[in-house]
């Protein structure tokens, strides 16, 4: 029995089809076919379709050995690499050092 589908935002759904084309333009530009592509990755032409096109429900493994093949497997190292928001956040609950009083320091 197959899992009901999960909803993917309108957001994520765009940068998902964002990076599709990104990854098809490389591919383009260094004149592998998707059989080429499929073959060297180890799957089926038709996922390397489904990437290219932003199908949300291909394993991160297929992306993976895709940027490998493409020689982009170091922009792995950026995603997420500057949480700002985590680290303030983070920033937010370091303990506050208390002020010295000045009758203390004279």
């Known amino acids: 029995m197959t899992r009901p589908a999960r909803p993917v935002f309108p957001r994520a759904q765009a940068r998902l089809s ?9 591919r383009l530009r260094r004149r592998v076919t998707q059989a080429e592509m499929a073959a060297r990755v180890g799957v089926s032409r038709e996922t390397i ?28 190292d950026l995603l997420a690499a500057s949480d700002e928001l985590g680290r303030r956040l983070q920033d937010l609950e370091l303990p506050l050092r208390p002020r010295a009083r000045r009758a203390e320091r004279a």
């Open 18 to 26: 964002a990076l599709g084309e990104r990854l098809r333009a490389a």
């Open 49 to 76: 379709v489904r990437v290219e096109q932003g199908d949300p429900k291909v394993g991160m493994a297929v992306l993976v050995r895709m940027l490998g093949v493409l020689g982009l497997e170091a922009d792995l």
